[in-house]
């Protein structure tokens, strides 16, 4: 799945609406360094390892659930109506598009899995919004070296 999360982290980066919220520099695959660190927000993308599985004679069909996490401070104003414009801009950036992985492996769809979802964390030293943006992605991997995505 390292080739999908790098992925979407570079459609991130050329999509300005995305940008405009979160730079690319503080979106996440995987883990994330010390949170003292990182200016809020940020987003950490996350890819479930318990995924479906279909398969023809010639191809195999994955269904992988992916999650966007915005982090955001609740003592800032307005963080959670940006969190959540963030969630509703990344639905739109991903859901209903496609593209090629690598050679064999395509993303043939994502689908949209509704609203987001507002948890607030309570920490000692401060408050935060976690917002949590979640799609399906459907990927087709093939025995053929075909590049036919989105046509």
Not at 6 to 18: D, M, Y
Not at 114 to 139: A, D, F, Y
Request: net charge negative.
């Amino acid at each position: 799945m390292a080739s999908l999360l790098s992925s979407i982290r570079t459609i991130w980066a050329g999509k300005s609406e995305l940008t405009s919220l979160v730079s690319v520099a503080r979106v996440f695959t995987g883990r994330v360094p010390s949170t003292r660190q990182i200016a809020m927000p940020y987003v950490t993308v996350l890819a479930a390892g318990g995924y479906t599985t279909h398969r023809t004679d010639k191809t195999r069909y994955y269904q992988v659930p992916v999650t966007f996490h915005i982090w955001a401070d609740a003592e800032v104003a307005n963080a959670l109506e940006n969190a959540l414009t963030l969630a509703r801009a990344i639905g739109d950036a991903y859901v209903d598009t496609c593209w090629t992985l690598t050679a064999t492996d395509k993303v043939i769809d994502c689908l949209d899995e509704g609203e987001p979802l507002v948890n607030q964390v309570k920490l000692p030293t401060h408050h935060i919004w976690e917002v949590v943006q979640m799609v399906t992605v459907c990927l087709e991997r093939s025995r053929v070296d075909e590049n036919t995505c989105c046509q």
